[in-house]
């Protein structure tokens, strides 16, 4: 058997696809496969990681000597591979799970300790909140009665009609996925412009509420504001979940703390139960008025859903961890923020593969984006996401740990591997703080071919495998004798 032939074999039982092959069987024979399955596992399987080739080197600090250097295009994979980083599972699930994942942690570190926080933030008061958008008109929606079953749309005995002759009901049982779930009745009536600039000031509006939110502690405990602010401080992390709609709802965990130190609790006159009628109290007030020269005013406040829920301390029924999963979800849930990349130019606006009205969202925020009266709010920047513009997931300061943080624990964990296996490419040389990094790097090319794309789904499968182990390790940690 030629060496060829024993390579195929190898493949053949590893089920590997045809188009793969020859890529494998190369590198194979040329000893390079070890390298590239490392680098493909080391961005995590991401599916299309961007290509970057150039030289990085090392220099020592302290005498500016150059003490270590690495050549992207020497190795198998033509370049230094990066993940994608993109949160659309249907772009790339490897980078969209890792973001759910760092979501997680962040969210439950926050509410029961790890990552930089005491273990006793458990026993502070905790509320989970949800923050939705008013109406901009009516729309199809899904709705299930009591019994599970699908209810009518929107049914009404008189059959009206809007003022443009549009039935202003609807007695569809929508499915799941209709397209049609979101849209206005009559685009004529629905506040377009209202919808974007809700969407486009959400995150002013969540700034307010956490500043009125101290004056309602105030208000219900008859406390100055001064006394509060010293005693107490309310931290949280939010997550922006895209109604099928385009508007967004908030969802969050409100966590109160001494006024000194995020891992002391606050004086026991703050309960949860206190907490959780200031956040609802501060929603109901905030407000904001956005004036349009040549459009007109818009009043912007939550939605009258409002819901605040406190978390009980100590009982431990997984709920938190039931909650961090609920927030995470959202991270890369399709329509989490909106489409995947900005939009380029009008001319792409009537090309886009959406529903309707979305496509209508997109086209209301890319003309507000015009006004010169709005420029502040980048609305074409934002187009793509109807003008939300704030992050999917974030966090106050003192909550837990930022990803930035979690970035840097993993890095940190890759160069003590990469140190231990002899690996010298990423690895800096001496401690950190020792060496400065200099990379001279450009980006060649963006994805896999399909070697490198069977050696990703590999190093997800083993991943995922890892992962399940380690759940099942956190499962017990947290578990009822943890508490
Ligand atoms: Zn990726
Ligand atoms: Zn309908
Ligand atoms: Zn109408």
């Given at each position: 058997?030629?060496e060829?032939e ?5 493949l ?13 069987v ?9 390298e590239l ?19 990085v ?18 190795g198998?994979?033509g ?8 949160r659309h599972?249907g ?5 969209a799970r ?8 962040l969210?439950l ?5 790890g ?5 006793a933030v ?12 008013p109406?901009?008109?009516v729309?199809?929606?899904?709705r299930t009665?009591?019994d599970?079953r699908?209810?009518?749309?929107r ?8 003022v443009h002759?549009?039935?202003?009901w609807?007695g ?12 206005p009745?009559?685009a ?7 919808l ?5 000031h959400a ?13 309602e502690?105030?208000?219900l405990?008859?406390r ?6 010293a005693a107490?401080?309310?931290e ?6 895209m109604?099928a709609?385009?508007a ?5 965990i ?5 006024g000194?130190?995020p ?8 309960s949860?139960e ?5 956040a ?10 956005a004036d349009?020269?040549?459009l ?7 939605g009258?859903?409002?819901?605040a829920?406190?978390i ?10 039931r909650?961090?999963s609920?927030l995470a979800?959202y ?16 001319g792409?606006?009537p ?6 009205h979305?496509?209508?969202l997109?086209?209301?925020a ?13 609305l074409?920047?934002w187009?793509?996401?109807y003008g939300y ?8 300061r003192?909550?837990s ?7 840097a624990?993993r ?5 003590q ?10 690895a ?15 980006l060649?090319r963006?994805?896999?071919d ?6 990703a ?15 099942e ?9 943890a508490a």
């Open positions: 058997m030629s060829e024993g390579w195929a074999a190898v053949a039982r590893a089920g590997v696809p045809w188009d793969a092959w020859s890529g494998l190369v590198w194979g024979r040329s000893g390079g496969l070890a399955s490392e680098q493909v596992a080391a961005v995590g399987g991401c599916t299309r990681p961007v290509r970057l080739a150039g030289t080197r090392s220099f020592s600090a302290s005498t500016g000597e150059l003490v270590g250097e690495y050549e992207t295009g020497k198998p994979a370049g230094l591979l990066v993940a994608c980083g993109s599972a772009v790339c699930p490897s980078c890792r973001w759910r994942g760092d979501t997680w942690w969210v570190a926050g509410m029961v300790g990552k930089g926080r005491a273990a458990r026993s502070h008061p905790r509320v989970f909140l949800t923050l939705t958008a109406s901009f008109g729309v199809h929606t899904r009665g009591v599970g699908v209810r009518p749309c049914a009404r005995r008189d059959w009206p009609v809007c002759g549009e039935p202003a609807c569809l049982r929508h499915g799941e996925h209709d397209p049609e779930l979101g849209a009745l009559c004529g009536c629905y506040d377009w412009a209202g974007v600039l809700w969407n486009a995150g002013a509006l969540w700034n307010r509420w956490s500043v009125q939110t101290g004056r502690i105030g208000r405990s008859g100055t504001a001064a006394a509060v602010r107490v401080k309310v949280s992390t939010r997550v922006a979940e109604q709609r385009g967004v709802h908030l969802h969050a409100v966590r109160a703390d001494s000194r130190d891992d002391t609790g606050p004086p026991a006159w703050l949860p206190l907490l959780a009628e200031a609802i109290g501060a929603a109901r007030r905030v407000r904001l008025e349009v020269p040549g007109g005013e818009w009043v912007l406040r939550f009258e859903q409002i819901e829920h406190p009980p301390p100590g009982a431990d029924d997984g709920q938190e961890r909650l961090a609920y979800k991270v890369t849930k399709e329509t989490a923020a909106g489409l995947e990349r900005p939009i380029g130019g009008a792409e606006i090309l886009l593969g959406v529903a309707p979305v496509r209508a997109v086209g209301t890319w003309r507000l984006g015009s006004l010169p009266g709005l420029a502040e709010l980048k074409r920047r187009a793509h996401q513009r704030g992050p999917v997931a974030t966090r106050s003192r909550y740990a930022s990803l930035a943080a979690l970035h624990d890095v940190a964990y890759r160069r591997q990469a140190a231990r296996t002899g690996d010298d490419r990423l800096p040389v001496g401690m950190p703080g020792q060496t400065v990094t200099v990379p001279a790097l450009r060649s963006i994805g896999l399909a070697a490198g794309g069977w050696l789904e590999q190093a997800r499968t083993a991943r995922d495998d890892a992962r399940r182990v380690g759940r390790e956190i499962e017990r940690d947290l578990g009822p004798d």
